[in-house]
């Protein structure tokens, strides 16, 4: 159904130019992966680097994928002073909540993707956050690898720290 949707806006706004918020992950690699099969040669994907960064690994996957693909990739490079500086206007545009500063570097691909044309922006935000992807991250599971290291493991711990999620999620959940 997902690539029927993505079909029907390719024929339908041939007029429009679309970008990609390319992290470099499953999720946004997935979604810019289909969206170029479906509007090649009026795609552009944006993927922030930090000024002086070389070990990004995100980056990198997103470049080859680019390259691959023959993607046009954008990237603002980010610097402390410009994210400090970006903060307010953040918090105006994105009109919601904001708990990491990952968001200034999403905020950083939007307008960048806005300024080379793009008037619709695909993202896999959220995706992984929520589906526990990048659970290796996390404070407290960071701090132990061994809970971690094999998925019986992580299985069992998730499942004894189920009520945490729980207490925050919809009871549904």
Known sequence: MRHANIAFLSTAYTHTRFGTALSGGLDSSIITAVAEDNFAGNLTSSSIKFKGDTT???FKHAQILARQRKIKLLTPNLTAEKMISDIDFMIKAMDEPHDTIRQLGMLANYRTLHEAGCKVVLTGEGADEFNVG???KFPGLKLDKEKC?????FRAMWKKEFHIAANISLKNF
């Open 56 to 58: 990004n690994s995100d």
């Open 134 to 136: 990048y659970f290796y």
């Open 149 to 153: 290291s094999t998925s019986n493991k």
